[in-house]
Each structure stands twice: as C-alpha cells, then as structure tokens.
C-alpha cells in the first residue's frame, strides 16, 4: 500500500497535484480540533477585519474568524460528501453487480427503478425535501437522502459492466468451481469495476458537496451547522461583496475549488493506476505481453 | 521433453487389471436451448439424444463443425448449463458420485463434491480464462483452494509444486494475466484445471486461439500432465490435426448427434459415415494434386432438423429409409461404432 502510493507520487503528476490539493483541504479540516473558537459563537472577534497576520483570512460580519469558521466549515462538507459516496456507492454497487450478473426479472426490476431515479429531476426534490423536513433536515438526513438518490447513474455503468463480466470465462470457471453469487460478484467482479467506482466515487463527491453548496446558499438547508455553504449563504445575508468583505466570501470558494480540483485529479489518476497495463506503461517498464 | 516423476507423482490408480466401470457413461443425452420472445417459443435441439463413455486414463476427442454442438454438448456433462440451455433427456453418470445417479439429479452439495477434484474444466479460450484484473496466485486461491484444502504455505507448496509439472516457475503467481504469454496462460489454465488431479478434465478447444508452434507444446504438455497425474480427458475441437495427434479415441459429431466413434486411427485410416468420410478426405496431403470434393448445402439447422436422419441432405449415399427413420449408433466392430443405414449390416 505504502509502495503504491510512493509509485504513484513519484510517476504520476495528476496524483502529485491532486494528493497536496486534498492535503491541504484534509489539513484544513484537521486543524477544526485546535480552533479557539466554538463554530456556532457569533461576536467572538471584532467584525469585517481584513486579512492580517491575527486573522489570516479575515473575521465576519458576524465577528467569527474565517480562518478558524472555514475549518468546520469544510470538515462538514467533506464528512458530508464522503458519507454520501460511500452510502451510494454501497447501493450502487449491489444493484449493479446484482441485476448485470443475474439477468431476468431481477434485471427489469431493478433497472426499471433504476431508471425512475434517473428521469427524476433532483433539485426540486431535495428543496421539497427542505420544505416538508424543515427542522429535521439536519445534515446526516440531507446525506442519507442524497445517496438514495444518487446512486443511479453509477449502478447503470456497473451493471454494463457486470454484464460482459458474466460471459468471460472466468465466471464460468468460478460458477464451475463452486463459488457462491456472492463469492463470485465480491472476488471476481467487484475488482474488475473497482476502478470505475473509484472514479466516480471521488466524481459522486464532487456532485453531492456542489448540490450540498448550492442548497445551502439558497439556504434550503440547516444553515446553522456550519459547512461552506452556509459560510457563503451567510455572507450573501450580510450583502459581504456590496459591503467590501470579500475574503468571507473568497476563502471559502478558493477552498471548494481546491477540494474539487483535488478530487477530480485523484479519480483521473486512480482510473489509469488501477489499470496494471497503463500503470506500467507510465512507469516506463515495457512490461508484459 | 519433461521428467518430473517424483513419488507424490504416481498415478493415484493402477491403470492396469480388471476392466473398470468408464470414468464418464454418456447415454442418449438431449439438452436443448428454449427460449420465448414475445410468446413465440423456439427450441434448439443442440445435442439431441448422445451417448458414449470415457474409460479410465484415456483421452477421448470429439470433433465436429461449428454449431454441431459439441460445446453444449460439454456443458450438459459438466453440469454447467445456464439457461435458456436445458438437459431434456437422458443420463449423466460419472463412477465416483454415488448411487450411480445422473449428474443432473445431484444436489449442489454433491456436485460442489465432484467439481475440481473429481472433475474439472479447461475453458474454450486462454485468453479470457484468468481474472485480468487478478494476480494468478488469487485465481487458485478462488478456484481451486477450496477443493484441494490446505491454507496459506502448505496450499502455495502445492501449486508451486504442480506448476512444475506445466514447467511454470512460481513467479507467475504474482503476475497478472496480461503479463503472460498465450502459451504460458494456457499452460496455467492447464496447471489450474489439474491441481486437484481430478479423474476427468474436460477440454473446450484448448489450443484454438495459439499458434501451431506453441500449439504442440502444450498439446505435449496436456499429454504429459494427463499421464502423470492419471486423469482421462474429454477434448473437443474442431481441429482434425489436434485429434489425430493426441486423442485414443475419436467420436465425430454433426447436428447435435454422434455419428461415428472408433479409435483415432481407425477413424483415420477408415472412416465409414460418408460424412466422416468427407471430412478426413477434406485434410490436405503433402503431394495431392487432385482438388477436393466439396459436399453442396449447410450444416443442418437445429431449430428446424431434418427429419430422419440429419445428414441426408447433404449425403451422396442417401436412401429413401433416410428420410423417415433415425439411424442409430450401432456396433460395427468392437470398438467402431456408426450411425447409419448405408453402412455395415443395418438392415
């Protein structure tokens, strides 16, 4: 394990820029333990300061640190982005194997619920969701509904997948052999579509933490937790670009983007490490075939 | 060209002594596909009422044109039909599962018994047969390690040991298939199939996608490892070359039925089913000038067979008897076998 991340730190540039991007966001979430500040104290710093070296990205209208409010903050969005991911890739990942593997009714119905996520129109659901939640929307619910919607697109993939897995020899060989369905999708399938899922886990938090964003700075959800949302929907209530205080503003998107950067290079690089035929190509051993 | 004979690679049978029961009895077997679209039902008759058996530490080929079955044929006796293939008819019975049953009517846990260590599979096709994206350590360990028991060291001892046999050294265990050669992939789905040193391999066309170079060493190679560790082997192909190279026994196969079975030789030097006929006449001889004669017309189609016999058609001997009447596979000499009705005293 060790190895493969030094290999991929040292051959591949994708990962390099990817990993220190998330580095400094995962830092940045790090350091919310250390912070002086309560996240939900308002008045505990003077208001509207600009950068300086006391505050390094500034204080709030609301007299909070920036630096210190961001670092909850992004902890939340990212606990939240990786909560939804793994929830959906769970779901995702068993519906697709199952229905591509088994075939049959299992297939159609499976499919065709799948396919109603897909025509459903997501954003309107979520802000009904707010509306009809409006208290018990708190963010683990946001997650959960989230990931139940947003597991469909990847168990169609999967499914594709898992439905040219199902003619290959080796899955004769291992229903030959005695494997079980569920041996045979867990060892023999589920690595041959790690990659994918790899990728559109870390594409998956890229759309649940930008809905996330987007639903907080319309401020259809618990705006009170902080997370960068609602750091932006705050500063949008105080009007911060119309009244100068732009770093509220500013460090936040800056973080997001480097959140997002960071994860869409780290699933561009873990696609090509995963695949041992392009990871020895850019190693530059003419091995195999 | 290999000699790894040591103590724990005796045969585990005396192949001599009194005639045994065969490893594989085969009788009147009909597995057909049936399918229904849009409620029209179709049925294809891919293997329709075959019988035949193989016998102790013999290799037995079967040999026919493509969609004459032969492939179904093996997943009937191997047990691995998915649908829409179904067994219709007939027996199944291999000497060591109990109660002298059809493998079809073997519960899962009696057939988990017999897979890989009774009985196992070369699948048609090197190239797909490992796991790409597994390293072929794991793909012993998901096949077979259940079957030949042991963990960790004393499992891998045993692998490293019969991948000798294949002349394999044990690095391949860490590479990924793709990291293989044709030849050194099939040799480890040969090393994989034989592990628990079943009593009978199945062979799907084992060397169709190699080239004639490396062909010969690993049809040496299958004859090698099928001596040494005692099993018989059922081999289909196409491949007439293949046949005559390595099979004991050859059994020629056209629209879903068996129509000549003799030992190799015999079958060569005097095939006696006009389509046999056909088809040895059909392989080139050094020095042959004359061009070959060409039989009109297709292989039968299996929804729709002739009726009578289903090489009619087709049959420069065809009687009007043909045309209404199944000829059956009987005994032309002891060990020659025809199905058909211009042929020795089947009157």
Redesign the interface.
């Known amino acids: 394990m060790l190895a493969t991340l030094r290999d991929l730190m040292i051959y591949n540039p994708e990962f390099r820029i990817g990993a220190i991007l998330l580095g400094l966001v995962a830092g940045m979430a790090a350091l919310s333990l250390a912070s002086p500040y309560a996240p939900l104290d308002t008045f505990v710093v003077a208001p509207d300061l600009p950068p300086s070296f006391a505050h390094p990205f500034g204080t709030t209208s609301r007299g909070q640190d920036v630096f210190w409010q961001l670092t909850f903050a992004i902890r939340n969005t990212l606990t939240f982005g990786i909560v939804v991911a793994v929830l959906s890739r769970l779901l995702s990942l068993a519906i697709g194997l199952l229905a591509g593997y088994k075939g049959?009714w299992v297939d159609r119905v499976l499919m065709a619920i799948n396919d109603t996520f897909i025509a459903i129109p997501l954003f309107p659901i979520l802000v009904l969701f707010y509306f009809v939640l409006r208290d018990a929307m708190s963010w683990a619910a946001l997650a959960i509904i989230m990931a139940l919607l947003g597991w469909a697109y990847d168990a169609r993939l999967i499914r594709a997948l898992a439905l040219s897995l199902k003619t290959?020899?080796?899955t004769?060989?291992?229903?030959?052999?005695?494997?079980t369905t569920r041996?045979l999708l867990v060892?023999?399938h589920l690595?041959?579509v790690?990659p994918i899922v790899f990728a559109t886990t870390m594409n998956n938090m890229n759309w649940s933490i930008g809905l996330e964003v987007t639903l907080s700075v319309l401020g259809f959800t618990d705006i009170n937790s902080p997370t960068v949302g609602s750091m932006i929907y705050w500063a949008n209530q105080h009007t911060a670009l119309v009244a100068g205080v732009w770093w509220w503003i500013a460090f936040p998107v800056i973080l997001l983007v480097a959140l997002f950067i960071g994860l869409f290079l780290l699933a561009v690089s873990m696609n090509e490490h995963?695949d041992?035929?392009s990871r020895l190509r850019r190693m530059g051993a003419e091995?195999?075939? | 060209m290999t000699a790894t004979p040591a103590a724990d690679r005796e045969p585990k049978r005396a192949s001599a002594g009194a005639p045994r029961e065969p490893v594989l009895t085969v009788e009147d077997l009909k597995a057909y596909y049936r399918t229904r679209h849009f409620g029209i039902e179709r049925e294809v008759r891919a293997v329709d009422g075959v019988s035949f058996e193989v016998r102790d530490n013999e290799i037995y080929g079967l040999a026919g044109e493509s969609s004459s079955g032969k492939s179904t044929l093996l997943k009937a006796v191997a047990a691995a039909m998915r649908p829409p293939l179904q067994v219709v008819g007939g027996t199944v019975r291999m000497r060591f599962l109990a109660g002298a049953k059809s493998l079809h009517q073997a519960s899962s846990a009696e057939l988990a018994q017999l897979r890989w260590r009774r009985l196992s599979y070369i699948m048609q096709g090197s190239m797909s047969a490992l796991n790409p994206v597994r390293r072929v350590r794991r793909s012993f360990e998901d096949f077979a390690a259940r079957h030949l028991g042991g963990t960790g060291a004393a499992f891998e001892a045993k692998v490293v040991a019969h991948l000798e046999l294949v002349r394999l050294d044990k690095g391949v265990l860490d590479a990924y298939p793709h990291e293989l050669s044709g030849g050194m992939r099939q040799r480890v789905t040969i090393a994989l199939a034989t592990l628990c040193r079943p009593d009978l391999v199945i062979a799907d066309e084992p060397t169709t996608a190699l080239d004639v170079v490396v062909q010969k060493d690993v049809l040496d190679m299958i004859r090698d490892v099928q001596r040494q560790v005692g099993s018989s082997l059922l081999l289909v192909t196409h491949d007439l070359g293949v046949h005559a190279y390595l099979t004991d026994r050859l059994a020629i196969m056209y629209g879903g039925r068996l129509v000549e079975e003799a030992p190799t030789e015999t079958l060569f030097r005097s095939p006696q089913h006009p389509y046999s006929k056909h088809l040895i006449a059909s392989l080139p001889r050094i020095g042959e000038e004359a061009p070959k004669v060409t039989l009109t017309g297709g292989p039968p189609n299996l929804a729709e067979p002739p009726p009578g016999c289903r090489f009619h058609p087709r049959c420069p001997l065809v009687m009007e008897r043909c045309r209404r009447e199944t000829p059956a596979l009987t005994r032309l000499a002891p060990h020659h076998r025809v199905a058909c009705f211009a042929v020795g005293g089947q009157a």
Do not use: D, K, N
């Open positions: 049959g290959r020899e080796f004769y060989t291992g229903v030959f052999s005695g494997m041996e060892r023999e690595p041959y790690m995963i041992p035929r091995g195999g075939a």
